[in-house]
Every structure is written in C-alpha cells, then in structure tokens.
C-alpha cells in the first residue's frame, strides 16, 4: 500500500506541474480572465475553465489601449554649432635645445594660417616625437604659442599660472627618455588674418638636453576654428 501510494503522490505532482508550465495568464489575445465572488467580493485570476456558481466572469487586457497623443513641448535652446574650419599643418623640423635657464624658448616654426573671423576661437594640437636627456632626473616643457603669445594672450618667457597649451616630458632617474607629444592650446580672442605658430621649450635643469623629432618625421598641427 505504501509504495502504491507514493507512486500516486508523483503522479498527482506532475499533474500539478504541468498545469503551472501551461497556464497562460493572460490568454494569447492579452487578456485576463477571472472570477469575482458577488457575495464576499472576493476576485481570483484562472487560466481556463469557467467561474463557479455565484461567481461573475470578468476580463480585461494586459495593455490598455494607446492614450492620445500629448501635447508638443517646448522649443530646446539651440545646440553649439561644430567646427567651422580645418586647417592641417605638417614639418619636419628637428630641433635640439640645451637650456641655459628656466625660461621658455622659441625653438621651431610649426607653420602659418589664415583665421576666417575675428568671432571665432582656436583649437590649437601638435602631435610629435620629443626626448630627453640628462645627468639626472629632469622635464622638459613643450608650449603652443601664436604670433609669439600665449594662450593668455602673454608674451613673458617665464612659466605662469594661467597658461594653458603646456606638455611636459619628465625623466625621472634614467639619463634619457622619449615619448610621442600631443599637445592642446585654446586661443580665444585672436583676429581674422594671417598666424603663425611656434613652439616654446623650457627645461628644468640647465643640464637637460630637450629634443624634438629627433627621427625627422612629420609632425601634425591641426588648426579648428570653433564657434
């Protein structure tokens, strides 16, 4: 007798759950069936079969029908415009400069431009080689300038607090060191007309040997004019 009613027990489990895998709530339409209990108020969801005396069959869709279109907001403010002009630059020029002082020194011609607008600002990049060499641990400080100035609009040979368009190459105990340079400067408030722009060096030490594009390759400038 135990064993017969065991095996009715897994019979009867199965039973069970293949009617939960193949219950469908809601139907295959998207609708929910049920019944509601008029004298208790009492509501219980099936998935097939119909509602039992006393009960009221009820329905309704999973997804309700599509609300009117809402009203159209308001206009966004206007988006910066893009780049407005490109214009690439290339050299060649190697440069090898030994530092006497901690000053910025004009060392390479990186090309010239012609500015469309006086309302528009600059992107100034430079990408190339640079390296450096020395007894000791040391930095060399690569600058975009245009025209002999800043991005501040300075001319001053000495580092700054506000300058920008800075890239510094730094060996920290070897006696040399290389590194490709990418370097960005923004220059506001320059004119339309004919540019041109120059690369700055300032070493640490006076010991430094500051070296750009030792290989002679091609260096980039990439000249935006921006909104």
């Known amino acids: 007798m135990r064993k017969t009613f065991t ?8 039973a069970l759950a293949a009617g939960v895998a193949y219950a469908t709530i809601p139907d295959g339409q998207g609708v929910i069936h049920a019944c509601y209990k008029t004298n208790k108020g009492d509501l219980r969801v099936i998935d ?27 206009q966004g403010a ?14 060649d020029v190697a440069d090898k400069f030994v530092p006497s002082d901690s000053s910025f020194h004009e060392r390479v011609m990186l090309g010239r431009f ?3 607008s006086d309302a528009t600002r600059l992107r100034i990049t430079w990408q190339g080689p640079a390296s450096i060499s020395g007894p000791a641990a040391g930095a060399c400080t690569f600058q975009l300038r245009i025209d002999g100035a800043k ?7 000495a580092m700054e ?11 920290f105990a070897d006696t040399y060191s290389e590194a490709p ?14 540019h041109y722009i120059t690369l700055w060096v300032r070493g640490s030490e006076p010991s430094d040997s500051c070296t750009t594009n030792a290989g002679v390759f091609p260096m980039s400038v990439e000249v935006e004019e921006m909104p």
Not at 151 to 157: E, I, L, M, R, Y
Not at 181 to 194: E, N, S, V
């Open 161 to 171: 607090g506000a300058e920008g368009g800075d890239a510094t190459l730094v060996m």
């Open 7 to 14: 095996a009715l027990g897994a019979a009867a489990l199965l």
């Open 48 to 74: 097939t079969g119909g509602c039992a005396v006393g009960e009221l069959p009820l329905s309704w869709n999973q997804i309700g029908p599509q609300g009117p279109v809402g009203p159209q907001g308001p």
């Open 114 to 116: 012609t500015k469309a």
């Open 78 to 91: 206007p988006g910066e415009t893009g780049v407005e002009k490109v214009t690439k630059l290339t050299t």
């Open 181 to 194: 340079i990418a370097d960005t400067a923004y220059f506001p408030a320059l004119p339309a007309g004919l």
């Open 151 to 157: 991005d501040t609009g300075s001319t001053s040979p």
